[in-house]
């Protein structure tokens, strides 16, 4: 999907490893969360251990990633990066773990959707390093006790909550990263800027940080689209007037909505006269199916402040009929 995605796409990870910062000081935002990891990155290393694992919960875009590298970096330790959905079997697992050099940071995105068998085995692994590789099936089977080398486990999820509680208990700390202020995106993407050897006006950047979803990496991307209209288009300059006609042609509107949220909030005004109305009724009137609605428009509208979710259906609020210039009629909810 379009622009304004919370998730990666091909042309992102292209860029990723240049706009990245590497420590913890080049991280921008998320004051408390640097201070706390700063301060366990800092304890393990005076008592010469590895820290203890580290549990890294928010949405897509925030830089969970780019944390668990980080850490890497300040601890001068080797990084090993998988996924839950890479993790099938407890057979996938015990051969990440068994390799794993002493210190070393394993990174485990999603690991939400790691396969069940495989988190049993995970728990021991965190707990005491050890791996128990069962040899032999059915009931010849025996676990043969491997140790293996202390490790620091950053698991990151968009949904903490989903986690089971064995699982959570075993992290030593959890960093809630949280949306951005604009400030800090405005950081973010003179940052990026530079780095690209693009000459950004300021009012272009704040332009920029103010229509991307308090996220860092739909920041970098709109600021790849600016650079792109800038050159091609353009005369090169960034400046606020190249960044407004480059956001409009990709739709982005002032606040960040883009065609979807807005077709989604006309319908709920237009037809269903601002709600109650269902999600999927809602998601039928816009042609689009109801979990690409309810996971990739809602979470933005609702946060935006222009969708109530109640008991009865979604319900818009007043800053949505200003939003989108209409007027609520007598006696319409919201
Ligand atoms: P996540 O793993 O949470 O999906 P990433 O760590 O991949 O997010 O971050 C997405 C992009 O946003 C990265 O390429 C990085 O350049 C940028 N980014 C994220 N957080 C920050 C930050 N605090 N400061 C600067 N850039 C950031």
């Known amino acids: 999907r379009g622009v304004v995605s919370p998730e990666a796409g091909a042309d992102d990870r292209a860029l990723d490893g240049a706009l990245r910062p590497r420590m913890l000081e080049d991280f921008v935002g ?15 290393q005076s008592r010469g ?7 890294m919960s928010g949405g897509p875009g925030l830089g969970k990633t780019t944390l668990a590298m980080i850490i890497a970096n300040e601890l001068g330790a080797p990084l090993r990066i998988t996924s839950g959905p890479a993790i099938e079997r407890s057979g996938d697992l015990a051969a990440v773990l068994s390799t794993l050099q002493e210190g070393e940071v394993l990174f485990l995105d999603e690991i939400h959707r790691m396969a069940r068998p495989a988190e049993e085995m995970l728990y021991v692994a965190m707990e005491d ?6 040899v032999g099936k059915g009931p010849g089977a025996t676990a043969i006790p491997l140790d293996i080398a202390p ?13 089971p509680a064995p699982l959570r208990d ?7 990263v949280d949306f951005y202020r604009p400030e800090d995106l405005e950081t973010i ?6 780095l690209l050897g693009a000459d950004l006006a300021p009012d272009a950047a704040r332009e920029i940080a103010r229509r991307s ?7 970098n991307r709109l600021l790849r689209r600016v650079r792109d209209y800038a050159e091609v288009r353009g005369d090169g300059t960034l400046d606020r007037a190249t960044a407004r006609a480059a956001l409009s042609l990709y739709e982005v509107d002032e606040l960040g909505l883009d065609r979807l949220d807005r077709a989604v909030l006309d319908a709920l005004l237009r037809r269903f ?4 109305v269902g999600l999927s009724t809602l998601a039928v009137s816009v042609g689009e199916e109801p979990e690409t609605v309810e996971v990739v428009a809602e979470p933005f509208l609702v946060r935006a402040g222009f969708v109530a979710r109640t008991p009865r259906g979604r319900v818009a609020t007043p800053e949505a009929w200003e939003h989108m210039g209409m007027t609520p009629p007598d006696g319409a909810a919201g």
Do not use: N
Request: proline letters at 5%; charged letters at 25%.
């Open 129 to 134: 390093f050890r791996v128990d590789v069962v």
């Open 170 to 176: 075993r992290f030593g700390f959890t960093a809630h």
């Open 151 to 163: 490790f620091t486990l950053v698991g990151a999820t968009t949904r903490a909550g989903l986690l």
């Open 189 to 194: 993407v003179r940052r990026s800027a530079g």
């Open 213 to 219: 979803r308090g996220t860092p990496r739909i920041a």
């Open 273 to 276: 006269r601002g709600g109650p």
């Open 49 to 55: 251990r590895a820290p203890d694992h580290v549990l």
């Open 30 to 44: 998320q004051d408390r969360v640097r201070e706390q990891l700063s301060l366990v990155l800092r304890g393990a």
